[in-house]
């Protein structure tokens, strides 16, 4: 156990619906990452958030956006959702001053 | 962009024996992560490889990070069937920023038969 939550751990939708995906960092950690999973595009990075402030980006699509909160947890929303987006989610923390990210569960995502 | 690819993308391995993956970077790289990700888990971290020809070992693991920075290696001795899983080096890349961006590689997936 990372110690970095997840929910939830299955979600179906349908194409062309909207999802949130939430995630809660290991306590202390500020940093909180965001990756999709697939089998043909393996481990990519979507966004990082620092602090409640957003700190990179990859190749995140124009129709995910992500925030963390005071509280430091983070959504993932997906809208406009396609077949493609069908993927294993995971978020991410990492302690003050590391490099050493630490992955929760993740979210696996069927669009139909 | 950069790139991080390994090879080889699968490997079959008869317990007992020796395994290596290797890492390739198509930019030098701050440093270099490498993560374990059971069948149906999520990427754990193993390492970390800052300095240029660094070898690190854990247990029955040697880790390895170039000369140049821009390649890296993960050898198993003596594979157990618990070493099952993938394995990913990542490298990061926060040049110049405050960012701890991680490139994933595309993974070696490594069978291991009893």
């Known amino acids: 156990d990372s110690g970095v939550t997840q929910t939830p751990k299955h979600l179906i939708t349908a194409t062309g619906q909207r999802v949130t995906l939430r995630c809660s960092p290991r306590s202390g950690d500020l940093s909180v990452y965001w990756y999709q999973q697939s089998l043909d595009q393996g481990l990519q990075f979507l966004i990082q958030?620092?602090?409640?402030?957003?700190?990179a980006k990859g190749n995140i699509l124009e129709r995910f956006s992500a925030q963390q909160f005071p509280d430091l947890h983070s959504e993932l929303n997906l809208s406009s959702l396609e077949l493609g987006d069908s993927a294993l989610y995971f978020c991410?923390?990492?302690?003050?001053?590391?490099?050493?990210?630490?992955f929760g569960p993740g979210t696996r995502l069927t669009v139909l | 962009g950069q790139q991080v690819m390994q090879i080889p993308q699968y490997q079959h391995v008869q317990e007992g024996e020796d395994f290596t993956t290797y890492c390739n970077s198509s930019t030098t790289l701050s440093n270099i992560q490498w993560y374990k990700q059971r069948p149906g888990g999520h990427p754990v971290f193993l390492i970390q490889l800052v300095k240029s020809g660094e070898v690190k070992k854990q247990k029955r693991l040697t880790f390895q990070f170039g000369e140049a920075k821009k390649n890296s290696s993960l050898h198993i001795t003596a594979t157990q069937t618990t070493d099952v899983g993938t394995y990913f080096c990542a490298g990061l890349d926060n040049y110049g920023g405050a960012t701890n961006k991680l490139i994933f590689g595309t993974g070696t997936l490594l069978a291991v038969q009893p």
């Open positions: 991410a923390s990492s302690p003050r001053l590391r490099n050493e990210q630490f």
């Open positions: 958030y620092y602090n409640g402030e957003e700190r």
